[in-house]
């Protein structure tokens, strides 16, 4: 499973340099940037030596990366500002894991086991230890916004992101399922373009509304008088954290999570990628400043075992 773990290693190197560009520009602008640059190395790979816009599954991929791309990453950089990558990115990939397991039995009918009850369960646990505020509210920032805490819009704009993140891995892998079906193959860089087309569309939409200042400035989400705390505007200080952002996160790190959906299904792929949580901390310490809580590391410890205990199930039925 190198894919998925080269996954896990991009999205970590992805969501510091995310929470780092939204300190220099607001979470939509930097989003709809990051999937510009990106959209245009995938697109030099796909239509020169890979897919292209064809194939069986193409569809199935616009759709994919409409919920997980446009609808999930705009939701997960208003989520970045907010909680800080650890949280965010603990919230994504560990509940993604047992929601995209749940859509598969319910859609394309594979059961859930009691080992898959059970780390779902371990993950959930863990991400409430984690997220619950110390006496000191050093675990979520107590930031304030007009009409919502940013709190509760950066936790519900992070389960946003992770249900986007799980229903796009389960499209994904319904998109790969067409293609294989029709007698072809699609490479992971080929894929990502294919996703990435439609959340840059949805991405540019919500740019040209939001700048009309027509909508949500009652939520705090982007407007010129609130901002979460540490933005500078300082727009210039954020190419490069963009451009890293951009290769590491729509780039390579969807271009690997697609090629592991190749090889193996959400319930294995996303477990692993669900360790993310546990190699950003180092990252966040570093470039954050970040200091998380004993407690705060216990739970995101029990998420990462229940998204172990995930991948080894999946790994075990398998191998029989």
């Known amino acids: 499973m190198i894919p998925a773990f080269l996954t896990t290693l991009f999205f970590s190197v992805s969501?510091?340099?995310?929470?780092?560009?939204?300190?220099?520009?607001?979470?939509?602008e930097a989003n709809f940037w990051r999937l510009l640059l990106a959209t245009v190395m995938l697109a030099i790979y796909a239509h020169g030596w890979g897919a292209g816009v064809g194939g069986a599954g193409f569809g199935w991929f616009l759709v994919s990366g409409l919920v997980g791309f446009g609808v999930g990453d705009?939701?997960?950089?208003?989520?970045?500002?907010?909680?800080?990558?650890?949280?965010?990115?603990l919230i994504v990939h560990c509940v993604a894991s047992p929601l995209a397991a749940?859509?598969?039995?319910?859609?394309?009918?594979?059961?859930?086991?009691?080992?898959?009850?059970?780390a779902s369960s371990l993950i959930l646990m863990g991400v409430a230890a984690?997220?619950?505020?110390?006496?000191?509210?050093?675990?979520?920032?107590?930031?304030?916004?007009?009409?919502?805490s940013a709190r509760t819009v950066g936790l519900v704009c992070s389960l946003i992101a992770a249900t986007g993140q799980g229903v796009g891995a389960v499209l994904s892998r319904r998109a790969h399922e067409t293609a294989l079906e029709a007698g072809q193959s699609i490479d992971g860089i080929s894929a990502a373009y294919q996703r990435i087309l439609a959340g840059l569309a949805l991405s540019a939409l919500s740019v040209a509304w939001i700048r009309r200042r027509t909508l949500v400035r009652w939520l705090g989400l982007t407007t010129s008088e609130e901002v979460p705390d540490?933005?500078?505007?300082?727009?210039?200080?954020?190419?490069?954290w963009l451009v890293v952002n951009a290769i590491a996160g729509p780039a390579l790190g969807v271009s690997c999570f697609q090629w592991a959906l190749t090889q193996r299904g959400t319930g294995v792929v996303l477990p692993i990628v669900a360790l993310t949580p546990l190699t950003i901390i180092p990252?966040?310490?570093?470039?954050?400043?970040?200091r998380p809580s004993r407690r705060s590391l216990a739970g995101g410890a029990i998420a990462v075992a229940g998204a172990m205990i995930h991948a080894l199930t999946h790994i075990r039925v398998a191998g029989h």
Do not use: H, N
Not at 230 to 240: L, N
């Open 230 to 240: 540490g933005f500078t505007g300082r727009r210039g200080k954020a190419v490069p």
């Open 130 to 148: 984690a997220l619950y505020p110390d006496r000191k509210g050093v675990a979520i920032p107590p930031v304030t916004s007009r009409g919502l």
């Open 102 to 118: 749940g859509i598969e039995w319910l859609w394309l009918g594979v059961p859930l086991t009691a080992g898959e009850m059970l």
């Open 283 to 290: 990252l966040a310490m570093w470039l954050e400043g970040e």
């Open 15 to 28: 969501g510091v340099t995310a929470t780092r560009t939204t300190r220099y520009l607001p979470g939509l």
């Open 74 to 89: 705009i939701a997960l950089y208003q989520a970045y500002p907010r909680l800080g990558s650890r949280l965010v990115i």
